[in-house]
């Protein structure tokens, strides 16, 4: 992701959602995360409120960026145009109009306007440490120096409060889930599953591959301001830990 480029040229297509949402549908993932940004930047809630537009929620996924509730010059505030639900309804105009404005802006490379880097300690003593080296050819050590080597960022969260799906994994290390997942994977167990890397914030059942166990983090926190540690767009580093995980 190294030029700018206009986001026409990598959504593949914009769906209505609803009375006052759409679905923004990408051609190149990859630009997901580096679109949602630039929402926040321009419509979400820390714009200036003189925006002509606003939006409620913006939920990035894998290929898709969600944005819901939509507002147009305080529509929501007022009321006006409401349907029977209380949700603003978009007329066909202004659908048009967003698309169109959407379609126009240029998005400038992610890293480029990444935040603080997040380290993430982690002790290399997972159950399919030896199983991912058999998949990538290589010993457990080369594993562990891939992985720390790597530069990822969050792409977008889900599956728990606070999990972080990470990309920045090299071409070719993605891994298949297992193919009988576990009932019960502890918290801040550290794995990989497809192209992305993770950290179970709580103990759950999962499919991923464990390679290790995060230490010192608390990646949910209600108490916090913001509860999740990982946002999406923040930059992380897995660092090795070699003292205990627990």
Do not use: K
């Not at 894998?62 to 509730?69: E, G, M, S, V, W």
């Not at 505030?77 to 048009?96: E, F, I, N």
């Not at 660092?239 to 995980?245: F, K």
């Amino acid at each position: 992701m190294a030029e700018a480029v206009r986001v026409g040229d990598v959504v593949s297509q914009v769906r209505r959602v609803g009375a006052d949402a759409l679905l923004v549908e990408f051609s190149d993932p990859a630009w997901v995360t580096a679109l949602d940004a630039e929402v926040r930047s321009r419509w979400g809630a820390a714009a200036e409120r003189a925006a002509a537009v606003h939006v409620g929620d913006i939920v990035p996924a894998a290929r898709t960026l969600l944005l819901d509730r939509i507002g147009l010059g305080g529509l929501h505030d007022s009321g006006a145009g409401a349907g029977l639900d209380g949700h603003v309804v978009l007329a066909p105009d202004d659908l048009l109009r967003l698309i169109r404005e959407l379609s126009s802006w240029v998005l400038s490379p992610l890293q480029d306007r990444a935040g603080a880097m997040v380290d993430v300690p982690v002790v290399f003593d997972g159950p399919d440490l030896d199983a991912v080296a058999r998949m990538w050819d290589m010993t457990a050590p080369e594993v562990v120096a891939t992985v720390v080597q790597c530069e990822f960022q969050v792409a977008f969260c889900g599956f728990s409060p606070g999990f972080a799906y990470l990309s920045g994994l090299p071409e070719g290390r993605a891994v298949p889930r297992r193919s009988s997942p576990r009932t019960r994977v502890p918290v801040n167990a550290f794995g990989l599953a497809g192209e992305y890397a993770g950290v179970y914030p709580r103990s759950s059942p999962g499919g991923w591959q464990l390679l290790g166990t995060a230490v010192g983090v608390q990646l949910w926190d209600e108490t916090r301001e913001t509860p999740a540690l990982l946002a999406p767009g923040t930059p992380v580093r897995v660092v090795e830990h070699d003292g205990a995980s627990t």
